[in-house]
């Protein structure tokens, strides 16, 4: 197997046991990390300096439409979920044929592996078929990077006289197909997971079957849990679902924040993990990202992206957000209590949290921190050197707190080199991918962008200017 031997780097390990290590060296075997420490010596590896590099674990995206890339820049002025819903799953998602997945997920995900993150959950609701499904993966595949593919169905129109998409179960044969053929093994790098409707978007019934057939599958499923009391499909689902015994470590749910105080501690309490999309959140909610209230019940939050129609879906971005928005909720709370101006040890979130919600709280959210998440011996190489001597970053290093330089000034232009599972994918600030192959994506993305929007007749209206009431 080759080996690769970074040399002389920051080490920030996510790690307990192992810390932080100023001039350290990670020895990569294969796939795998192989040793992390001082003065690693192995002669017949490559040997990548990293003199001036702070090397973290790869960031893990817990929730993401990758499809939606093809898009990107209408949506920012929407404003709540129904102007998402009603431009995005009933109007530009009914023109997008199987060709377009692939190319969106591509693109989307190698702008995923240029901002640092390594993982995705791939959270695809806009697959109508199985040749939907296929190019689908075949995007995330011809990218490179780590992603479990959590196959949904598609949100259309209802048409009065034909069931609607909240009634209908999860196509049975669809995950059959999937998990016991190109899909099944949990050891490669493209995984499989459903994308279900849960209670706030589906009927009982099909929320029922739909987390049945995950575990017939041994699957991860995802819903997105959002709307307020009185908004809900079924207004007490989660509570049904937890007495009905289908609440546990295998269910995700997006969002959140829209969960009462006893009904986030009955899930917590179920073993259920929490995605929290901040930008999202603080975009189209009216309540705060699932960050400082999974703290005080003793859980880890996970981030994601979530919609690139809004804004760039870039995990530094997320990370740094996440980071600051805890800290004005910390702020205004502690000056509530009296307690302002607070001294540093007041402060429930720091930088460090931040680091660790974007990669091991994500690898855990996906049930994958046993392989990912953190730079420990044996786990995979999923590693992202960042460079210090860039504008952004410089003069950070030497002296400051290389965890406040990764969390609050990286940018994808510092992000040197990527690697998933020990293979480079980005180097010297250039994603691996040849110049024509770039080249080509680029121009189909674009001619695919133009189609969608003019059959959808979605045409760029400037916001009013001047005064207004």
């Given at each position: 197997?080759?080996r690769?031997?970074?040399k002389n780097?920051t080490?920030?390990?996510v790690?307990?046991?192992i810390?932080?290590?100023?001039g350290?060296?990670i020895l990569?075997?294969?796939?795998?990390?192989l040793?992390?420490?001082?003065?690693?010596?192995?002669?017949?590896?490559?040997?990548?300096?990293?003199?001036?590099?702070?090397?973290?674990?790869g960031?893990?995206?817990?929730?993401?439409?990758?499809?939606?890339?093809?898009v990107?820049?209408?949506g920012?002025?929407?404003?709540?979920k129904?102007?998402?819903?009603?431009?995005?799953h009933r109007?530009?998602?009914?023109?997008?044929?199987?060709?377009?997945?692939?190319i969106?997920?591509?693109a989307g995900?190698?702008?995923?592996?240029?901002?640092g993150?390594t993982?995705?959950?791939?959270?695809?609701?806009?697959?109508r078929?199985?040749?939907?499904?296929?190019?689908?993966?075949?995007?995330l595949?011809?990218?490179?990077?780590?992603?479990?593919?959590?196959?949904?169905?598609v949100?259309p129109?209802?048409?009065?006289?034909?069931?609607p998409?909240y009634?209908?179960?999860y196509p049975?044969?669809?995950?059959?197909?999937?998990?016991?053929?190109?899909?099944?093994?949990?050891n490669?790098?493209?995984?499989l997971?459903?994308?279900?409707?849960?209670?706030?978007?589906g009927?009982?019934?099909?929320c029922?079957?739909?987390?049945?057939?995950?575990?017939?599958?041994?699957?991860?499923?995802?819903?997105h849990?959002?709307?307020?009391?009185g908004?809900?499909m079924?207004?007490?689902?989660?509570?049904?679902?937890?007495?009905?015994?289908?609440?546990?470590?295998?269910h995700?749910?997006?969002h959140?924040?829209?969960?009462?105080?006893?009904?986030?501690?009955?899930?917590?309490?179920?073993?259920?993990?929490?995605?929290?999309?901040?930008?999202?959140?603080?975009?189209?909610?009216?309540?705060?990202?699932m960050?400082?209230?999974?703290?005080?019940?003793g859980?880890t939050?996970s981030?994601?992206?979530?919609c690139d129609?809004?804004?760039n879906?870039?995990m530094?971005w997320?990370?740094?957000?996440?980071?600051?928005?805890?800290?004005?909720i910390d702020n205004?709370?502690?000056?509530a209590?009296g307690?302002w101006?607070a001294?540093e040890?007041?402060?429930a979130?720091?930088?460090?949290?931040?680091?660790?919600w974007?990669?091991?709280g994500?690898?855990?959210?996906?049930?994958?921190d046993h392989?990912?998440?953190s730079?420990?011996?044996?786990?995979?190489a999923?590693?992202?050197?960042i460079?210090?001597?860039?504008?952004?970053?410089?003069p950070?290093?030497?002296?400051?707190?290389?965890?406040?330089?990764?969390?609050?000034?990286?940018?994808?232009a510092?992000?040197d080199?990527v690697?998933?599972?020990?293979?480079?994918?980005k180097?010297?600030?250039?994603?691996?991918?040849?110049?024509k192959?770039?080249a080509?994506l680029h121009?189909?993305?674009?001619?695919a962008r133009q189609?969608?929007?003019s059959?959808?007749n979605?045409?760029?209206?400037?916001?009013p200017?001047?005064?207004?009431?």
């Amino acid at each position: 197997m080759a080996r690769t031997l970074i040399k002389n780097a920051t080490v920030i390990s996510v790690d307990p046991a192992i810390g932080e290590i100023h001039g350290g060296d990670i020895l990569v075997d294969g796939k795998k990390i192989l040793e992390v420490g001082r003065n690693i010596s192995a002669d017949s590896a490559k040997v990548l300096d990293a003199s001036n590099m702070i090397v973290i674990p790869g960031l893990v995206n817990a929730h993401i439409h990758t499809w939606e890339f093809t898009v990107r820049g209408i949506g920012a002025d929407w404003v709540s979920k129904r102007d998402y819903h009603g431009n995005m799953h009933r109007n530009m998602a009914t023109r997008y044929q199987a060709d377009d997945v692939r190319i969106a997920n591509w693109a989307g995900a190698l702008n995923q592996i240029n901002h640092g993150a390594t993982t995705i959950l791939d959270w695809c609701h806009i697959v109508r078929d199985a040749d939907m499904a296929d190019a689908a993966i075949d995007g995330l595949e011809e990218a490179g990077i780590r992603a479990v593919f959590a196959r949904g169905t598609v949100k259309p129109p209802v048409v009065a006289g034909q069931q609607p998409y909240y009634e209908m179960p999860y196509p049975r044969e669809e995950i059959r197909r999937l998990r016991t053929g190109r899909l099944a093994s949990d050891n490669r790098l493209v995984t499989l997971a459903m994308a279900i409707l849960g209670p706030d978007w589906g009927v009982y019934d099909a929320c029922v079957q739909d987390i049945r057939l995950a575990r017939d599958y041994g699957l991860l499923h995802s819903a997105h849990t959002w709307a307020r009391k009185g908004q809900r499909m079924v207004e007490d689902g989660m509570w049904r679902l937890n007495k009905d015994g289908l609440l546990g470590p295998d269910h995700n749910i997006a969002h959140g924040n829209c969960l009462d105080d006893d009904e986030l501690k009955m899930v917590l309490d179920a073993g259920c993990s929490i995605s929290a999309t901040n930008f999202t959140e603080m975009l189209n909610s009216e309540r705060v990202a699932m960050l400082g209230r999974l703290l005080k019940h003793g859980a880890t939050p996970s981030l994601g992206t979530d919609c690139d129609p809004y804004f760039n879906s870039s995990m530094l971005w997320v990370m740094r957000h996440a980071f600051q928005h805890q800290r004005e909720i910390d702020n205004r709370t502690l000056n509530a209590q009296g307690r302002w101006p607070a001294v540093e040890s007041e402060h429930a979130t720091h930088t460090r949290d931040a680091l660790e919600w974007a990669t091991l709280g994500g690898a855990k959210a996906l049930r994958m921190d046993h392989k990912i998440g953190s730079i420990t011996p044996g786990k995979q190489a999923d590693l992202v050197m960042i460079n210090t001597r860039g504008m952004n970053i410089y003069p950070v290093l030497p002296g400051g707190d290389p965890v406040h330089a990764v969390v609050m000034f990286a940018e994808a232009a510092d992000i040197d080199t990527v690697m998933i599972a020990g293979k480079v994918v980005k180097r010297g600030g250039k994603l691996k991918v040849a110049r024509k192959k770039l080249a080509a994506l680029h121009e189909n993305l674009l001619a695919a962008r133009q189609r969608i929007m003019s059959a959808g007749n979605y045409v760029y209206k400037p916001a009013p200017s001047g005064p207004r009431p």
